[in-house]
């Protein structure tokens, strides 16, 4: 779980994984101490086989990992810019280095939440929510992005329902943020959270 809060502090070493995403094979440059470090996740994979990418507009990719969604959707949609978030840096590190890898560094901002503008609105958030912080810590989280939502934007958020997929939709509907599940597949939740 320490993976999601700081950089570990052995010296990068550096492994490749391949995943197919919206139809595109993609090399990634992965370490440990950085989440799903191995290999794309069940989780992502769900949502990125259940959810189109949008042809147009800014995205944030809410806790980035080694940016397989962020460069995932760069290479897919040449229309959206996205801004890649994680508190890891080197989860940061390593998805500035997976974007140049396949030529959408231009479009693809790795930073920190700290340095991402607060006046700054999303069309879209896509995120494999880190639901291991804990249910208070992710719905301090869920608080801070969603209202960066513009007006008609909507969030894609991917939950395993035994790590409380269904009660988050209940409590995201009743915080403001009307939610709907949209798939279910592998024992994952596929949620779309509409702005309020």
């Avoid at 959810?51 to 962020?70: K, N, Q, R, W, Y």
């Avoid at 890891?88 to 231009?106: D, F, K, P, Y």
């Amino acid at each position: 779980m320490s993976h999601y809060f700081h950089t570990p502090d052995e010296p990068l070493v550096t492994h490749e994984f391949d995943a197919t995403i919206f139809g595109n094979s993609l090399t990634f440059t992965a370490a440990r101490g950085v989440f799903s470090g191995d290999g794309l996740d069940l989780g992502t994979r769900v949502l990125l086989r259940e959810v189109e990418p949008p042809s147009t507009g800014h995205v944030l990719d809410l806790g980035c990992g080694v940016g397989t969604i962020a460069v995932g959707l760069a290479v897919a949609a040449p229309g959206i810019t996205v801004d890649a978030v994680d508190v890891n840096g080197r989860a940061v590190e390593l998805t500035r280095m997976n974007a140049e890898r396949h030529g959408v560094a231009e479009r693809v901002h790795a930073v920190g939440p700290e340095e991402i503008d607060p006046v700054t609105r999303y069309d879209e958030i896509w995120s494999n929510p880190p639901i291991r912080i804990g249910k208070q810590a992710l719905h301090e989280l869920l608080k801070m992005w969603l209202p960066r939502l513009k007006p008609d934007g909507v969030a894609w958020l991917v939950v395993g329902k035994n790590l409380g997929g269904d009660s988050l939709q209940r409590w995201l509907t009743d915080e403001g943020f009307p939610t709907e599940r949209v798939a279910s597949a592998k024992g994952f939740r596929v949620l779309r959270t509409q702005a309020t």
